[in-house]
């Protein structure tokens, strides 16, 4: 049985066939942990970020809030080639409060909040871990497309996101028209000057207590980035203590001493020497589409990071057995067979287990 420090750590599940998403990624006190509560819109066309919630028929067309942003670079250079913003739906998960760029010296933000892999909503950026430190680039750039993929927020922006856009909220991302006048006039009026005096007086009193866990696989690798893509800072040996910064799947933000990266979260245990993750399980070889029907023409209810953790319910739903149905965090649906591998995943316990 794992212990209590898992279950207040990682998400639980009802059961097999019925994951449940949960506030377990988001160690401060979340003001929303209901994640049908808001959909959010990210319109890359007019570098605007749009919070609904639902009518009084149940659709989401009530706007509650609405942000201007910093996007993915669209054009690029052979020194600085295109990053743009990843288009599609997908599922709020990892955040951290003041996070550095493990893959840039001197780069720091605010309220991290996961959109997929290295994609997150989070602040414009700090030279330091220290809120008087924001630099006047990123303040300025704001309204255009500049990022390398993240989307940057003023601070009391990403903070809103950061404490009510909870674990398995829906993001989509989406290129609407140019709408005259609609960036310009989410932008602050305050100068870059006032703005840090303003912005200084955003902060959180108590802090986070680092988690502690430990490299279960011999040779696990860590990146500067949530992707096997990204380059590799060091092995560590199996028993090697780490300091989680970021909760998710299917990676955990750690440092090791003074050095932060990224591991996958199969490759740790919150038990040192009790493996909680299997070699057999269910992940995604590829980001892929969870769909309605097992039908590639059916509607697309999500994109599927890869090496994320799934769960089969069902398999050789058609004739042909190309397709299986799996839950995705909440969210059942249907994926081609071919996409779904066996090999380390994460367990995560169900309530019957825990009861």
Same mark, same amino acid.
């Given at each position: 049985?794992?212990?209590?420090?898992?279950?207040?750590?990682?998400?639980?599940?009802?059961?097999?066939?019925?994951?449940?998403?949960?506030?377990?990624?988001?160690?401060?006190?979340?003001?929303?942990?209901?994640?049908?509560?808001?959909?959010?819109?990210?319109?890359?066309?007019?570098?605007?970020?749009?919070?609904?919630?639902?009518?009084?028929?149940?659709?989401?067309?009530?706007?509650?809030?609405?942000?201007?942003?910093?996007?993915?670079?669209?054009?690029?250079?052979?020194?600085?080639?295109?990053?743009?913003?990843?288009? =599609?739906?997908?599922?709020?998960?990892?955040?951290?409060?003041?996070?550095?760029?493990?893959?840039?010296?001197?780069?720091?933000?605010?309220?991290?909040?996961?959109?997929?892999?290295?994609?997150?909503?989070?602040?414009?950026?700090?030279?330091?871990?220290?809120?008087?430190?924001?630099?006047?680039?990123?303040?300025?750039?704001?309204?255009?497309?500049?990022?390398? =993929?993240?989307?940057?927020?003023?601070?009391?922006?990403?903070?809103?996101?950061?404490?009510?856009?909870?674990?398995?909220?829906?993001?989509?991302?989406?290129?609407?028209?140019?709408?005259?006048?609609?960036?310009?006039?989410?932008?602050?009026?305050?100068?870059?000057?006032?703005?840090?005096?303003?912005?200084?007086?955003?902060?959180?009193?108590?802090?986070?207590?680092?988690?502690?866990?430990?490299?279960?696989?011999?040779?696990?690798?860590?990146?500067?980035?949530?992707?096997?893509?990204?380059?590799?800072?060091?092995?560590?040996?199996?028993?090697?203590?780490?300091?989680?910064?970021?909760?998710?799947?299917?990676?955990?933000?750690?440092?090791?001493?003074?050095?932060?990266?990224?591991?996958?979260?199969?490759?740790?245990?919150?038990?040192?020497?009790?493996?909680?993750?299997?070699?057999?399980?269910?992940?995604?070889?590829?980001?892929?589409?969870?769909?309605?029907?097992?039908?590639?023409?059916?509607?697309?209810?999500?994109?599927?990071?890869?090496?994320?953790?799934?769960?089969?319910?069902?398999?050789?739903?058609?004739?042909?057995?190309?397709?299986?149905?799996?839950?995705?965090?909440?969210?059942?649906?249907?994926?081609?067979?071919?996409?779904?591998?066996?090999?380390?995943?994460?367990?995560?316990?169900?309530?019957?287990?825990?009861?």
């Amino acid at each position: 049985m794992i212990k209590s420090t898992l279950r207040n750590a990682m998400v639980l599940l009802l059961a097999a066939a019925m994951l449940l998403p949960a506030p377990a990624y988001a160690r401060d006190e979340m003001q929303n942990t209901d994640p049908d509560k808001y959909y959010i819109e990210v319109d890359t066309g007019n570098q605007v970020v749009t919070v609904f919630q639902k009518d009084d028929e149940g659709e989401y067309t009530r706007i509650v809030r609405r942000f201007v942003c910093t996007t993915g670079k669209t054009k690029g250079t052979e020194e600085d080639p295109a990053s743009p913003t990843p288009g =599609g739906k997908w599922k709020i998960g990892a955040r951290e409060r003041f996070g550095k760029f493990a893959a840039f010296e001197g780069e720091y933000s605010r309220y991290w909040t996961q959109v997929v892999g290295g994609i997150y909503f989070h602040s414009i950026m700090f030279g330091k871990r220290d809120v008087n430190e924001l630099k006047k680039s990123p303040f300025r750039n704001l309204g255009n497309a500049a990022s390398h =993929g993240c989307i940057r927020l003023y601070i009391e922006d990403a903070k809103w996101l950061y404490d009510n856009a909870c674990f398995g909220t829906t993001v989509n991302i989406v290129t609407r028209s140019r709408q005259k006048g609609l960036t310009s006039s989410l932008k602050t009026d305050m100068d870059f000057d006032e703005y840090v005096e303003f912005q200084a007086n955003i902060y959180d009193e108590e802090p986070l207590e680092d988690l502690t866990a430990w490299i279960s696989v011999d040779r696990t690798e860590m990146r500067t980035g949530n992707g096997t893509n990204d380059k590799l800072i060091k092995k560590l040996d199996k028993d090697t203590e780490v300091k989680v910064l970021q909760e998710g799947d299917p990676w955990v933000k750690v440092a090791v001493g003074e050095r932060e990266g990224y591991v996958r979260r199969c490759y740790i245990t919150y038990e040192k020497g009790v493996m909680q993750s299997r070699e057999d399980g269910y992940f995604v070889a590829g980001t892929q589409y969870l769909y309605a029907e097992p039908d590639t023409k059916a509607e697309k209810l999500y994109k599927v990071a890869r090496h994320s953790t799934i769960v089969v319910t069902e398999e050789d739903v058609d004739e042909d057995g190309k397709w299986v149905k799996v839950n995705y965090w909440g969210t059942e649906g249907y994926m081609q067979r071919r996409y779904i591998k066996t090999g380390w995943a994460t367990i995560y316990e169900t309530e019957e287990e825990q009861a």
